[in-house]
């Protein structure tokens, strides 16, 4: 016998009983529709809490991954009023000006270099440059830096798409100065620049040469380095103490311009601790060129980038980076802060299934592959990710053996009751 059969509640019902998710009543409308047209009604909720997370929200890392390139790299601090600022205006003279004056001289100041640039990540610095100074012209890059980092950013493609052509020196592990020398000196080639690229994720070991900026600047040609991950200054002077062991090995703007670069470029979310931006620093006339392209237009950052990186320009200068930025707090912290603070946690939570651990942290976004910080963390009996995850504050953390990993490293001190609610709305 079959039940008899119930009338389904109408669109705009349904939608109404979705109130309580806090959705806008178009999309739960939409929602609502879905369900019905499903045959399932009693999925409404779960579509609507599936669209929920489906939206950007904050969460704690607890990977142990500090620039975690899907939570958004360097964490950052942002507000702004909704007031005019002067983006392309200025003041003194009243006139239109430039968008890329107020951080451009910045970032000049801290690189050493003669004039700088903003656009919207990295990858548009790169093409930017090629296209700028390099279109329908030769670039010789080494073989071993002809590399691809993260998905689809790939250099013998950004070449393609900046219509510059690439010629390959050297080999995969060895490439000197003289393979650069022979290709310059090439009758069938026009060089207009050598391009040098940090490879970041990935390394080559054992019988390796690569040739350095101040060789290549030995040239005739102009040098651009992409040095990738926004390390300012190889002595990271704003930390007390010797460079973080981690960091040998890590390209750093001021070095690079010193030892000769002529353009450099760098990533504004990565070691730097900004916003997602893409710097361009080195002489004021290849600088100038860069301007000038039509691309630069396409790739400008906005109001909002440019002022928060204006921020993070003024607080390295400033010498607050180790307190205001929130990659370098991360770092800073000791390993005694970090113990003291899971066995907080643990002694919060009472539960023999939770235990204080040494741990391995990584700076993140292909910055110092295959190197570790010691960090402390968390174990706990299981596989919580899924539970976890649906906290209200998700808290995002690393399973293994069927066991669950918490590292503090990149968590905020503040965020220590969002971990212990999670942990124990997990356990019971
Ligand atoms: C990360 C990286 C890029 C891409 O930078 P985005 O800011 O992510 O666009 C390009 N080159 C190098 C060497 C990098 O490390």
Redesign the pocket.
């Given at each position: 016998m079959t039940a008899p059969q119930q009338r389904p509640p109408s669109v705009d019902t349904l939608a109404r009983s979705l109130t309580s998710s806090g959705l806008p009543h178009p999309i739960c409308v939409d929602i609502a529709r879905d369900a019905i047209e499903s045959g399932d009604v009693s999925s409404a909720p779960v579509l609507a809490a599936a669209f929920s997370r489906s939206l950007l929200t904050d969460v704690v890392n607890a990977t142990g991954v500090l620039l975690h390139t899907n939570l958004g790299r360097a964490p950052l601090a942002h507000s702004q009023p909704a007031a005019a600022q002067t983006v392309e205006f200025d003041l003194s003279s009243g006139a239109r000006g430039s968008r890329q004056t107020a951080v451009g001289q910045l970032f000049a100041r801290l690189t050493g270099a003669e004039d700088a640039m903003v656009v919207n990540?990295?990858?548009?610095a790169?093409l930017l440059v090629l296209a700028a100074v390099a279109a329908g012209r030769d670039v010789p890059v080494s073989r071993g830096e002809s590399v691809e980092?993260?998905g689809s950013?790939r250099v013998p493609e950004v070449m393609e798409q900046s219509g510059c052509r690439l010629v390959d020196v050297g080999t995969t592990n060895r490439t000197r100065l003289s393979d650069y020398e022979r290709a310059v000196a090439r009758d069938d080639t026009d060089v207009a620049m050598v391009m040098k690229?940090?490879p970041?994720n990935y390394r080559v070991e054992g019988f390796i040469e690569e040739t350095s900026i101040a060789e290549l600047a030995t040239l005739d040609v102009p040098v651009m380095a992409?040095?990738?991950?926004g390390l300012l200054d190889a002595n990271v002077p704003w930390l007390k103490g010797a460079p973080p062991a981690w960091l040998a090995g890590e390209p750093a703007a001021v070095q690079a311009i010193a030892d000769g670069a002529d353009l450099i470029t760098f990533?504004g979310?990565?070691l730097l601790g900004g916003p997602?931006a893409?710097i361009i620093a080195g002489r004021r006339d290849l600088v100038e060129e860069c301007k000038r392209h039509p691309l630069a237009r396409a790739l400008r950052p906005g109001g909002l980038v440019l002022r928060s990186l204006q921020n993070t320009a003024l607080t390295y200068l400033d010498k607050r980076a180790a307190k205001d930025i929130a990659f370098w707090r991360m770092v800073d912290r000791t390993l005694a802060e970090l113990r003291a603070d899971a066995e907080r946690i643990v002694a919060d939570l009472d539960d023999a299934r939770v235990q204080v651990a040494q741990m391995d942290a990584l700076p993140g976004?292909?910055s110092a592959p295959g190197i570790t910080m010691a960090s402390i963390g968390l174990v706990v009996e299981g596989d919580l990710l899924e539970a976890l995850r649906s906290h209200e504050t998700p808290v995002i953390a690393r399973s293994r053996d069927d066991r669950t990993f918490l590292d503090l490293r990149a968590v905020d001190p503040a965020d220590h009751p969002v971990v212990v609610a999670a942990l124990t709305a997990a356990l019971t």
């Open positions: 990540n990295n990858a548009a790169v980092i993260g950013f690229v940090h970041s992409d040095i990738g991950s990533s979310d990565k997602q893409g976004a292909g």
